[in-house]
């Protein structure tokens, strides 16, 4: 049976004392349910407050990103070996923020700012490759527009970035996990619903399996992300093909995270 994983993704949030009084109060919730494996996601300036705000409890710490090249001069950029010296044995890679393909803008979301992140299937995949290597668990997203969700080209899109981020690597020798976030889902309010991200998950399996191996892909785990919140979490998370939720704005209060952990299949 896979163990269901909720992953709390504070985006760019938190300052350290937030990041103590946030990491307090999910400890709490995971506490009661140490059959869910729950992590947080700090920016990287709280990574090691929330470690040793974590430290001897069943909540897991995970970094945003990272880099493919160990050292050199590319300001701004985090190493695997730095994160491996923080003790951060989890990192996402591919997030749709990072990718650069939107949905429906919020307010004041500066999309032609954020497109010069620059994420591609080829840099998300060199990340994936460098996390695995210094032994770090990558989860890794993918995900439609609203655009390519409308052209009935969801599938299509969600395997090969599938296929493309796991270039060069065995799932069946190799953990990873995958998120499925809609773009369009992102930030805005709208959820997929439950039946239909049920089903893209299983596009992911189904991709992975032919990849691989049909024990790989009953093994991997894949969360659903894109506005889950306490009142949508539990219908969710009782799919099949579900196995746990990336939040965003959810996470970053106490009571709601603690909710959608507790909504967690037992």
């Known amino acids: 049976m896979r163990r269901t994983i909720i992953a709390g993704n504070w985006k760019m949030n938190c300052t350290r004392a937030d990041a103590r009084?946030?990491?307090?109060?999910?400890?709490?919730?995971a506490s009661q349910r140490p059959d869910v494996?729950?992590?947080?996601?700090?920016?990287?300036?709280?990574?090691?407050?929330?470690?040793?705000?974590?430290?001897?409890?069943?909540?897991?710490?995970?970094?945003?990103?990272?880099?493919?090249?160990?050292k050199g001069a590319y300001t701004g950029q985090i190493s695997a070996a730095m994160l491996v010296d923080l003790k951060i044995s989890t990192?996402?890679?591919?997030?749709?923020?990072?990718?650069?393909?939107?949905?429906v803008p919020e307010p004041d979301f500066d999309e032609a700012v954020l497109r010069h992140f620059g994420e591609s299937?080829?840099?998300?995949?060199r990340k994936v490759i460098t996390a695995l290597a210094?032994?770090?668990?990558?989860?890794?997203?993918?995900?439609?527009?609203?655009?390519?969700?409308?052209?009935g080209a969801t599938d299509v899109v969600v395997a090969d970035q599938v296929r493309k981020a796991l270039q060069n690597i065995d799932p069946a020798q190799n953990e990873v996990v995958f998120?499925?976030?809609?773009?369009?889902?992102?930030?805005t309010g709208e959820v997929c619903a439950p039946d239909e991200a049920n089903r893209v998950c299983g596009v992911i399996r189904q991709t992975v399996a032919e990849l691989s191996t049909q024990s790989a892909a009953s093994s991997l785990r894949v969360?659903?992300?894109?506005s889950v919140k306490p009142d949508n979490a539990a219908d969710l998370l009782?799919?099949?093909?579900?196995?746990?939720?990336?939040?965003?704005?959810?996470?970053?209060?106490?009571?709601?995270?603690?909710?959608?952990?507790?909504?967690?299949?037992?």
């Open 121 to 125: 299937d080829e840099t998300v995949n």
């Open 223 to 226: 969360q659903y992300g894109g």
């Open 91 to 103: 990192v996402l890679v591919g997030h749709s923020e990072t990718r650069g393909r939107f949905g």
């Open 37 to 70: 494996e729950v992590l947080v996601c700090p920016p990287y300036t709280a990574l090691e407050t929330a470690t040793a705000a974590a430290a001897g409890t069943n909540v897991g710490v995970a970094a945003q990103n990272l880099f493919w090249k160990p």
């Open 134 to 151: 210094a032994g770090i668990r990558p989860i890794i997203c993918v995900g439609e527009t609203l655009a390519e969700r409308s052209a």
């Open 21 to 29: 009084a946030l990491v307090a109060g999910v400890v709490v919730a």
């Open 238 to 266: 009782s799919r099949t093909n579900i196995d746990g939720a990336l939040v965003g704005g959810a996470s970053l209060n106490a009571a709601d995270f603690t909710a959608i952990i507790l909504a967690a299949p037992v």
């Open 179 to 187: 998120a499925y976030e809609p773009v369009w889902a992102i930030g």
